[in-house]
């Protein structure tokens, strides 16, 4: 502790897609908590593009939304873009305009 203030336990986690793979230049994939907010990056390339769906991994119990959160991302250069959604049973599912995926999702877990 320090001048009277406490900090948050960061947990972090790799990821390892369930479709495409990690993309070094887009940060590959991750998920931390700090305290109750969650935070899930992607950073994935080999994804099937025009806006497919892309069920990309399942979020662990503990880090999951009450309700789905929306996000936007890039998917590659030019102004390609890249939706997703995680769902409350922690499916997380893209729409990439291009096969890469740059995402960030953030959302408070618990009370």
């Given at each position: 502790?320090?001048?009277?203030t ?6 972090k ?20 908590k ?6 899930v ?5 080999g ?8 069920n ?16 936007s ?23 990439p ?15």
């Open positions: 502790m320090a001048n009277g406490l900090k948050a336990q960061v947990i986690e790799n990821i390892n897609p369930s479709k495409g793979s990690n993309y070094a230049a887009f940060g590959n994939s991750y998920y931390k700090t305290g109750n907010v969650v935070c990056h992607f950073g994935l390339s994804l099937t593009n025009n806006y497919a769906a892309n990309v991994y399942t979020i662990p119990e503990g880090y999951r939304p009450s309700a789905p959160v929306y996000a991302g890039v998917s590659g250069s030019g102004g390609s873009k890249c939706n997703g959604v995680v769902n409350e049973t922690g499916i997380v599912t893209l729409w305009e291009g096969a890469y995926a740059a995402i960030d999702f953030s959302y408070i877990v618990g009370g």
